[in-house]
């Protein structure tokens, strides 16, 4: 059965705690990608990667830090320097440049 | 800087009715652009996918265009039914020469059908 993975699919931080979101995927695309997003908002790209131990940031990096040392994974660590953490997280995958599909999400409250 | 915009933020129609979602981007130098739809609590949905070089593409009730001179796209969806009733998103993805993999993100018109 293909497609994207996420876990937690509800996350609580504390203060001045790292958390790790989880994406997998199955569909051997080489693309990942992780975005934000707010109540009422649209989608913005925290990190994206297009292979294997490469990733770039996207528009809202910083308190965020990723891995990519599989290509069927693509970790995500909320670090404490992030200061407003609560959103609902998204993880994506694609072929490079191709649709993007997506996982179910995490929703990452701060207690 | 890529700015995606979508109007209305919010529309309200009665089922049956035929209806059309917009989709204006800043720069026209795009790979494609892909609609979404989403639920509420949900991750999105792919749609539909319009590479650049295409005009429209079709889906059952779905006919999305796209007008990269005019930095426009449109969601077309026929017949409406009470099960459409979702957020629907647009994102263009950045031109393969510049910013590579980047992609832009409306922020969504929430359609209601109403039976």
């Known amino acids: 059965d293909g497609g994207i993975t996420q876990s937690p699919k509800y996350l609580f931080r504390k203060e001045g705690q790292n958390v790790t979101l989880s994406c997998e995927q199955n569909l051997n695309h080489d693309a990942m990608y992780w975005y934000r997003q707010d109540p009422g908002q649209g989608l913005r790209l925290i990190y994206y990667?297009?292979?294997?131990?490469?990733?770039q940031k996207g528009d809202i990096a910083e308190g965020y830090s990723v891995s990519r040392e599989k290509k069927e994974s693509f970790p995500l660590t909320v670090t404490s320097a992030q200061k407003n953490p609560t959103a609902f997280y998204l993880c994506?995958?694609?072929?490079?440049?191709?649709?993007?599909?997506f996982g179910p999400g995490t929703r990452l409250l701060v207690l | 800087k890529q700015e995606v915009t979508q109007i209305p933020a919010a529309l309200s129609v009665p089922e049956g009715e035929n209806l059309v979602l917009n989709c204006s981007f800043t720069?026209?130098?795009?790979?494609?652009l892909q609609w979404f739809r989403q639920d509420p609590g949900k991750g999105l949905t792919s749609l539909l996918l319009?590479?650049?070089?295409?005009r429209e593409q079709t889906s059952g009730r779905l006919n999305a265009s796209l007008d990269k001179s005019s930095g426009r796209s449109t969601l077309y969806i026929a017949a409406s039914q009470p099960g459409d009733s979702a957020t629907y998103l647009c994102a263009v993805f950045h031109h393969l020469n510049t910013n590579a993999g980047k992609s832009t993100f409306g922020d969504g018109t929430t359609l209601t059908v109403k039976p």
């Open positions: 990667s297009q292979i294997v131990n490469d990733f």
């Open positions: 994506a995958s694609s072929i490079l440049s191709g649709a993007q599909y």
């Open positions: 319009i590479q650049s070089s295409q």
């Open positions: 720069d026209s130098a795009i790979y494609n």
